[in-house]
């Protein structure tokens, strides 16, 4: 989607590379790119890129069965027999252009939760500089050019995981690596979802900010969503998750 249409104040439609579409109403599941999007409709949306890394072993018999999330590693079965693992109290925060944009809305987050990310300043910063914040629908999008956000997992936090579960559970010991890999999540300062409508532009809703929490609530984020979009009653309160908790710190 490269951007929306605009009939007397409301969305009419989006536009797409393949051409326009007539709606009332826009869901922006964006993910990551979300507060891009906002930018170039003029609404600010406080949302920054954290980057987790997480491997998966070969098939191990005999393994435990249960899902375990300790401090500084987590692990669960596949149904290949195989483990997933991860460092829990170690992400990546790129310092990018949108670190200073939304400074003052991370930072008691960042008090809080400074020993569980390692920021990092590289060429991310640089490429993110380049985007343009600004661009029409008739214009290729910044998302075309990048369609796929596929970060590096960070090795060395991977190692620092297998040490630990080690320590704790011998049975992994010489555990085989099949795969490792790494994802941009969307986070909001305070961790919880967006998910409602603007009010500063009717007909757009957002479903953004899951903040690595996305794959376990999506089924009941879908039907607060579908509950918000067709005017029925909610089947969980919305307001923890409305936008507009973000606009009280920037009138």
Not at 112 to 131: A, M, T
Request: proline letters at 9%.
């Amino acid at each position: 989607m490269r951007g929306l249409l605009r009939e007397a104040g409301r969305v009419s439609g989006v536009v797409t590379e393949h051409g326009e579409l007539r709606c009332a109403s826009v869901v922006l599941a964006g993910g990551a790119w979300s507060s891009l999007f906002c930018r170039n409709l003029g609404i600010r949306l406080p949302q920054l890129k954290v980057i987790a890394s997480v491997l998966r072993t070969a098939p191990m018999p005999g393994g435990p069965e249960l899902a375990v999330g300790a401090h500084d590693f987590a692990f669960r079965k596949r149904r290949d027999g195989g483990y997933t693992i991860a460092q829990r109290s170690a992400n990546i925060a790129p310092i990018t252009p949108d670190s200073f944009r939304y400074l003052t809305d991370f930072l008691p987050a960042l008090g809080r939760q400074y020993r569980e990310l390692r920021v990092r300043l590289g060429r991310q910063f640089i490429d993110e500089w380049r985007l343009p914040a600004h661009w029409s629908p008739d214009q290729p999008s910044p998302f075309e050019a990048l369609r796929v956000l596929d970060p590096q997992p960070d090795l060395a936090i991977l190692a620092e995981a297998r040490r630990a579960l080690c320590r704790h559970f011998p049975f992994f010991e010489g555990l085989q690596v099949s795969q490792a890999w790494a994802g941009a999540m969307d986070a909001t300062p305070d961790a919880l979802p967006v998910i409602g409508p603007v009010a500063e532009l009717p007909g757009l809703f957002l479903s953004t900010g899951y903040s690595g929490h996305g794959f376990g609530i999506a089924p009941g984020a879908g039907v607060l969503m579908a509950d918000l979009l067709s005017g029925q009653v909610p089947a969980v309160d919305p307001r923890p998750f409305r936008f507009e908790r973000f606009q009280a710190a920037h009138p």
